[in-house]
Nanobody
Framework: VQLVESGGGLVQPGGSLRLSCAAS????????MSWYRQLPGKGRELVAR????????NYADSVKDRFTISRDNAKNTVYLQMNSLKPEDTAVYYC?????????????WGQGTQVTVSS
């Protein structure tokens, strides 16, 4: 399993970014995908999750109505559109997929992409 995030960077408050996560090594269309973030000095928190077919999404309260998760199963890619960004959104953002392997739950992570919201 390989997850490769891209799209992070420096943006001013109120701006937008779109993160992408290219997945390989598994049947992408069979698995839910998630975005997590890790704020400086804190643990990882779930930002958004999307079901395998894309019909169901969930968001953290802190990003609801500002972020949108989507996926393209033909391209094995999941996206996170981030609008109205705030300084408190500054974090490393990680793509995640969780698989059940021989009765064990295994979390796979990308390398992360830095998002910095600052004027």
């Amino acid at each position: 399993v390989q997850l490769v995030e891209s799209g992070g960077g420096l943006v001013q408050p109120g701006g937008s970014l779109r993160l992408s996560c290219a997945a390989s090594g598994f049947t992408f269309s069979m698995y839910a995908m998630s975005w997590y973030r890790q704020l400086p000095g804190k643990g990882r928190e779930l930002v958004a999750r999307i079901s395998s077919a894309g019909g169901s999404t969930n968001y953290a309260d802190s990003v609801k109505d500002r972020f949108t998760i989507s996926r393209d199963n033909a391209k094995n890619t999941v996206y996170l559109q981030m609008n109205s960004l705030k300084p408190e959104d500054t974090a490393v953002y990680y793509c995640n997929t969780r698989h059940l392997v021989i009765g064990n739950i295994i979390d796979y992570w990308g390398q992360g992409t830095q998002v910095t919201v600052s004027s």
